[in-house]
């Protein structure tokens, strides 16, 4: 079982795509990292000489340890693998999880207040009961939308997470996500146009492809204008979501795709999360992906998926 973790590790594909920081050494080896993967050397840097004169020698006894990286802290662990170390570093999330409970907090609050203010005698005035419990079912919504997110993106960090490619019709996933996404976009006359190659496919995630198109579509769905237009194209490799909507401006551009970052303006449309994970699914499968984008010219992204 341990061989074949190590040989399932050693898969370039799988050891890199992997989020969190692995290093393969060999203590008995005069230069004894064997293999590093992209994570580790973005969490390093110039510091790999760090971790090897923390665990040589107690390798054995690293357990959790926590070490402070370049400013950040990460959490350090060792697993025997035949007569190899696996050490792992995992970034200690005490700022996501501030974020996080913020953001749960404030649809609870919400919640709380309105069904305070039914109590208080908003239910004996028809109007405010209509008003307040349709406002506790949308806060409620948004708390969930906000949670669905956060399990999708714990997932996609989760250090045992590996993408399960197939051959993929490109064409097919699409008019599953649009189908999803009709009714919506009918809802604001919104038309959605595709340009495609005939079937084009690629390898790729399935599910996590779907999730990023709909992620996408969604978005320039929702910050379309009335009567705008939504275009979904794929020529040459490179998969392009453009709306007709209020853009975003040059200044916002840079955080768009940060945990919980919502541009001003937009807070009650958006869990702050729907971009950061078509960021990730994007570099797990090592996709490109731009943004352009002008204030009332819409918004176009640009995924390169070879």
């Known amino acids: 079982m341990v061989r074949m973790l190590l040989v399932g590790l050693l898969d370039d594909k799988l050891f890199n795509s992997l989020s969190s920081g692995l290093l393969l050494v060999d203590f008995a080896k005069s230069e004894p ?22 665990v040589q020698g107690q390798v054995e006894a690293v ?4 070490l402070l990286i370049n400013r950040e802290s990460y959490l350090l662990t060792s697993t025997k693998l035949c007569d190899k170390f696996l050490l792992e570093l995992t970034p200690v999330r005490t700022k996501d999880l501030g974020k996080t409970t913020h953001e749960l907090k404030r649809p609870l609050q919400n919640i709380k207040a ?21 406002n506790i079912v949308t806060e409620t919504d948004r708390m969930g939308a906000l949670v669905n997110d956060l399990l999708k ?3 996609l ?10 051959q993929t019709k490109l064409l097919d996933v699409l008019t599953k996500t649009i189908g ?3 009714s919506k976009a009918n809802e604001k006359n919104i038309s959605i146009d595709i340009d495609f ?8 995630d399935e599910d996590l492809l779907n999730h990023l198109l709909e992620n996408l579509i969604d978005n320039a769905i929702k910050y379309n204008r009335d009567g705008g237009s939504v275009q979904v194209s794929y020529t040459a490799g490179e998969l392009t979501v453009t709306d007709t909507g209020i853009g975003i401006a040059a200044e916002d551009q840079k955080h768009i795709f940060e945990d919980f970052y919502r541009v001003p303006g ?14 990730r699914i994007a570099d797990l499968h090592g996709w490109t992906l731009e943004l352009s984008s002008e204030l009332e010219q819409g918004s176009s992204f640009k995924i390169s998926l070879l």
Do not use: C, R, W
């Open 33 to 54: 990292i064997e293999a590093i993967n992209v994570s580790a050397l973005q969490i390093l840097g110039s510091e790999q000489d760090l971790i090897l004169t923390k």
């Open 63 to 66: 357990s959790k340890e926590e």
């Open 114 to 134: 309105l069904t305070e203010a039914l109590i208080m005698g908003a239910k004996n005035d028809p109007a405010k009961l209509d008003q307040y419990l349709g």
């Open 153 to 155: 993106l714990a997932h």
């Open 157 to 166: 960090s989760s250090a045992g997470f590996a993408l399960q490619k197939t």
């Open 180 to 182: 999803v996404l009709k």
């Open 197 to 204: 190659e005939t079937g084009a496919e690629i390898q790729a």
């Open 266 to 279: 937009t807070e009650q449309q958006s869990t702050g999360l729907g971009l950061a994970i078509v960021k």
